[in-house]
């Protein structure tokens, strides 16, 4: 189940991506679509997670939003992994086709290791 929940937030992360190329192609549009599809990719992957992986429960808004937290938290060193991937792919390929590749391939890396981080330190 992991790994369809992973397979449905990358769609969707790159889907979001290619919707911020489409609305926004300036200077910092890839920066920016990066960012755009991490965040959706983000809440996406949280909610799946949280219910169907770990079957988790939060107490309170404030719990709800302290496990948020370490889960974004968690993120940070794998999101480092899935926007180095995607950045590299695009300045040595230069083609949009080739940019998603290495987005796929950072974020696949990066759920592998985010499931290890996020069973000993999010939802324990």
Request: hydrophobic fraction near 50%; avoid cysteine.
């Amino acid at each position: 189940m992991y790994t369809i929940f992973a397979v449905i937030s990358t769609i969707a992360n790159i889907w979001s991506q290619d919707i911020s190329f489409r609305i926004y192609q300036g200077s910092y549009a890839l920066w920016l679509a990066i960012f755009v599809g991490t965040a959706v990719g983000l809440v996406v992957k949280y909610g799946l997670d949280k219910r169907y992986i770990f079957k988790y429960q939060t107490t309170s808004i404030a719990h709800g939003s302290k496990t948020f937290y370490l889960y974004t938290l968690m993120g940070l060193f794998t999101t480092v992994i899935f926007w180095g991937f995607e950045y590299t792919f695009d300045a040595v390929y230069q083609t949009a086709e080739m940019r998603y590749l290495g987005g796929v391939i950072g974020l696949a890396i990066g759920y592998f290791v985010k499931y290890q981080l996020d069973k000993r330190f999010v939802f324990k």
